[in-house]
């Protein structure tokens, strides 16, 4: 099974800033998934990250708040931009084990917009 | 449209009793379906999982789960729970194409 690290863990952000949260595992894979899990609720893919394309995005979900970088197969970051209090929530980065939807996620990066 | 059901939103057990958490799904195929559990301040770890064959999968942690096509569920089991069990249990259906949709969860709390 993928060890995937987070970076940061959490954070308090103020309102009208940027956060860029770090994904790594350890080894290489094809596709990194994008969760947000807003409080109390479940988790929601908001992208799909390829190397060397450019993410896909779910509905509801855009490149100009949600920027995702893939420069190599072990490594992805999520951008939260522009964020306001409702971008409050855990963001999860996940890698799947083939292609049947097991997926193995990093610990999250909890997030608070003051 | 494809989605999945945890009816429970919270369960409260006794430790040393036994445990089941309802998951119903609605897709066309049969689908491959997963059991998650998050522990408070962690990301989450998968439990079990059911592509195909036997309709009871045994997971970790002494958990199992039944696949019952005739009702589109998929029960989460444990005969007897321990205090580390408390967590939020997250139900989950493949439905190809990377899309992996998640219930809402059930929060599992676990009296003395």
């Known amino acids: 099974s993928a060890v995937i690290s987070q970076k940061p863990s959490r954070d308090i952000c103020q309102r009208g800033t940027s956060l860029t949260i770090q994904c790594q595992v350890d080894s290489q894979v094809t596709m990194m998934f994008w969760y947000r899990q807003q409080p109390g609720q479940s988790l929601t893919l908001i992208a799909t990250a390829n190397q060397g394309s450019e993410a896909t995005y779910e509905s509801g979900f855009v490149i100009d708040k949600f920027p995702i970088s893939r420069p190599n197969l072990t490594f992805s970051t999520l951008t939260v931009s522009n964020m306001s209090p409702e971008d409050s929530s855990i963001y999860l980065c996940?890698?799947?084990?083939?292609?049947?939807?097991?997926?193995?996620f990093g610990e999250g990066s909890r997030l608070t917009v003051l | 449209a494809q989605s999945v059901t945890q009816p429970d939103i919270h369960i409260t057990v006794s430790e040393g009793a036994s445990l089941e958490l309802r998951c119903n799904y609605s897709y066309g195929a049969t689908p491959y379906l997963f059991w998650y559990v998050q522990s408070p301040g962690q990301g989450l770890q998968l439990l079990l999982k059911y592509f195909s064959g036997d309709t009871l999968v045994q997971g970790i942690k002494g958990f199992e789960a039944e696949f019952k096509r005739s009702q589109s569920s998929f029960n989460l089991r444990k005969p007897s729970v321990h205090w580390s069990d408390a967590a939020e249990y997250f139900c989950?259906?493949?439905?190809?194409?990377?899309?992996?949709?998640f219930g809402t969860g059930t929060r599992l709390l676990v009296s003395p």
């Open positions: 989950a259906v493949f439905l190809g194409f990377q899309k992996l949709v």
């Open positions: 996940s890698v799947e084990q083939g292609n049947t939807g097991e997926l193995f």
